[in-house]
């Protein structure tokens, strides 16, 4: 309460696992139950990790590159957040006007869909395992991360903590779908399942036409050189950013009224720069961080640039 500066802000939804919104009370038991299709292509991530710039990919590629639809239907809509409900009622009664119930939204939407979510496995619906749909994952260096997801968490959390005391909550699993580690190792350690593709935000920003070939094999789609070329021009950050068909300017500003991210002095999509924990980090915080990545990762292959 303390940290998100309202009370039950965030809950403790099952137990030492993982901090939820409280209405995820009201979703879980129907996410777990959740009916999976086999051309389903589910895109799972810890927030912040370039999620919401591959699920653009994802489905543009898989809608043969329609940007008119991707520029007039917001993301939350053609590929939503299958815990987005949660989300939006959390930050007041959103929720209620544009996704009365985002579970039953992604019931009913025609094939092939395309869902995202954050939540970690043990809270995703169980049929995934059984069914196999396509999976991408996202990750990121945890220290670029944590820096998003302060910025995210203050504008979508209330959150009341200095960057130090957030990164502390952070690597002991106290902010939002933590711990972090468990998340990403969940995922990495089915990398090799041949309905996983495992991705990371730096090799996305290193090389995106790579990327966009890689996901375009995983979904058995072609492009070509004219489509990679169109595709890059679209999902650059700074069109993203001005893209109110994924920047979630449109959802902010229904509730908080018009020019929110000038207001607050932020963006959704706000700075796209590996690296930028630099800017936050003192030695001693970047040294504590390499500790805890260093313990987590020991011995399973994960590296972060
Ligand atoms: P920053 O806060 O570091 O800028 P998610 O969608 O998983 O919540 O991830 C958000 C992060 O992805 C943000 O990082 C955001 O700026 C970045 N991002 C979104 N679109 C991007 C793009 N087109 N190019 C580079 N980074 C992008």
């Not at 917001?74 to 996704?99: C, N, Y």
């Amino acid at each position: 309460d303390k940290a998100f500066g309202v009370k039950g802000a965030m809950l403790e939804f099952n137990p030492g696992k993982c901090l939820l919104p409280p209405y995820h009370v009201k979703f879980a038991q129907q996410i777990i139950d959740a009916p999976i299709r086999e051309d389903d292509i589910w895109l799972i991530s810890f927030p912040r990790t370039g999620s919401t710039w591959c699920q653009e990919m994802i489905w543009l590629i898989g809608n043969d590159l329609d940007f008119d639809g991707a520029r007039s239907t917001i993301q939350q809509i053609r590929a939503p957040l299958i815990e987005m409900s949660t989300v939006l009622i959390e930050i007041d009664s959103l929720g209620k006007e544009l996704l009365e119930n985002s579970v039953e939204l992604i019931n009913n939407l025609p094939s092939p869909r395309y869902i995202k979510s954050h939540l970690p496995l043990s809270l995703l619906p169980t049929e995934l395992d059984k069914v196999k749909p396509k999976i991408i994952y996202t990750c990121r260096n945890p220290k670029d991360m944590c820096v998003s997801y302060y910025h995210h968490c203050k504008m979508f959390h209330r959150l009341q903590l200095t960057f130090e005391e957030f990164s502390d909550h952070l690597m002991r699993g106290l902010t939002p779908l933590g711990p972090v580690f468990s998340h990403y190792l969940s995922f990495w350690n089915k990398r090799h399942e041949t309905n996983i593709l495992f991705l990371k935000y730096e090799d996305m920003k290193r090389d995106l036409r790579g990327t966009l070939k890689k996901i375009a094999d995983f979904m058995e789609k072609s492009l070509s050189e004219e489509d990679i070329d169109k595709l890059c021009e679209f999902l650059s950050f700074q069109n993203m950013r001005e893209n109110k068909g994924c920047n979630f300017e449109g959802v902010l500003e229904q509730k908080h009224g018009k020019d929110f991210f000038k207001r607050v002095g932020d963006h959704f999509i706000r700075k796209g720069q590996v690296g930028d924990w630099k800017n936050y980090m003192s030695p001693e915080l970047s040294k504590r961080f390499d500790d805890w990545i260093e313990e987590n990762t020991k011995g399973t292959g994960l590296t972060f640039d």
